[in-house]
């Protein structure tokens, strides 16, 4: 008889028991190589202005970063910036790390973004774990994280201090991803509740943020 092709693999791998279905008060998105396009794909998917904010961390040459805040800008309804030192971190907004700076959230009503110059995690600055180190401080168990695409570990400890507060964290699948250094981080480390191809994943966020 033929040889069968094996079967598609399904959409959804929930790799843990989802979680208590708390409403996350804050999305933060991080992602290196292939993470612009992959990025592209989730804000297509946003077909209204979320009702809480979006941070972004892309391992990036500094010169690119404002016109990859200006292209996923164009792309939705979701308008996009650089982050500034002091600003308030508000529904309906996307604040992208600044280049060569880390970019984290300091506890207030409502609370606002700190730009951190030190040291370099993992090779990298902006990197993915103090944003999400300093989310889990201010926002707990109310974070919701997905890690994309991206060469390293970076994402997978700050993916754990978010599972330890209680938060939602998403992975990209390896299929998808152009590579999984990073969400395969995330899943070694057993934090991601979800690992998701990019399509299911995208439109995942989009409802997780009252954006669909």
Do not use: N
Request: hydrophobic share 45%; glycine share 12%; aromatic share 4%.
């Amino acid at each position: 008889p033929p040889l069968r092709a094996p079967a598609p693999a399904a959409p959804i791998v929930l790799s843990r028991s989802p979680r208590a279905s708390v409403p996350p008060a804050v999305l933060a998105i991080g992602s290196s190589t292939g993470g612009p396009e992959a990025l592209a794909h989730v804000f297509r998917a946003f077909r209204r202005p979320p009702r809480l904010p979006v941070l972004l961390t892309q391992h990036m040459p500094p010169a690119f970063i404002p016109m990859l805040a200006e292209h996923l800008g164009r792309i939705g309804p979701v308008p996009v910036q650089v982050a500034k030192e002091g600003e308030p971190v508000l529904p309906g907004r996307a604040y992208l790390a600044p280049g060569g700076r880390h970019m984290l959230v300091a506890a207030g009503s409502p609370p606002t973004i700190t730009l951190s110059d030190g040291p370099e995690e993992h090779f990298c600055r902006p990197a993915v774990d103090p944003m999400l180190r300093s989310l889990a401080s201010v926002y707990g168990g109310r974070c919701a994280v997905a890690v994309l695409t991206g060469m390293g570990h970076d994402g997978g400890p700050g993916s754990v201090a978010i599972d330890a507060a209680g938060g939602l964290v998403l992975a990209q699948d390896q299929a998808t991803s152009v590579v999984w250094g990073m969400p395969g981080a995330v899943v070694e480390r057993g934090a991601a509740r979800e690992v998701l191809p990019l399509p299911q994943l995208a439109q995942r966020l989009a409802e997780l943020i009252g954006a669909a």
